[in-house]
């Protein structure tokens, strides 16, 4: 079992930036391929960006290539989302989730986050 927080969400403005965080229980975090992604209401969660369970491989969505980045500090537990440039249609719940399979399809995360809002203003 792998209890997954996030952290880090917020209000902001239009081109802004924030940084989430996802700290994980388990010490065995390591080797789990990391994910974050985000849902608005009424619409299906949808992918951002994924990282294997050495850092050495990650993919964004195309809708956030070059604004986002994410990273993992395993010694820490954690991984972490860098949004920058934000803008309104990056308004959503982020989530960020742990598998065994480098995936973009929620469906195969096996631990999910509560989730964190990020609200960007125009």
């Known amino acids: 079992q792998v209890q997954l927080v996030e952290s880090g969400g917020g209000l902001v403005q239009t081109g802004d930036s924030l940084r989430l965080s996802c700290a994980a229980s388990?010490?065995?975090?390591?080797?789990?391929?990391m994910a974050w992604f985000r849902q608005t209401t009424g619409k299906e969660r949808v992918f951002v960006a994924r990282?294997?369970?050495?850092?050495?491989?990650?993919d964004y969505a195309d809708s956030v290539q070059g604004r986002f980045t994410i990273s993992r500090d395993n010694a820490k537990n954690t991984v972490y989302l860098q949004m920058n440039r934000l803008k309104p249609e990056d308004t959503a719940v982020y989530y960020c989730?742990?598998?065994?399979?480098?995936?973009?399809?929620?469906?195969?995360?096996?631990?999910w986050g509560q989730g964190t809002q990020v609200t960007v203003s125009s």
């Open positions: 990282i294997s369970g050495s850092g050495s491989n990650t």
């Open positions: 989730a742990a598998g065994d399979i480098y995936s973009v399809r929620p469906q195969q995360y096996n631990y």
């Open positions: 388990r010490s065995t975090f390591g080797g789990n391929v």
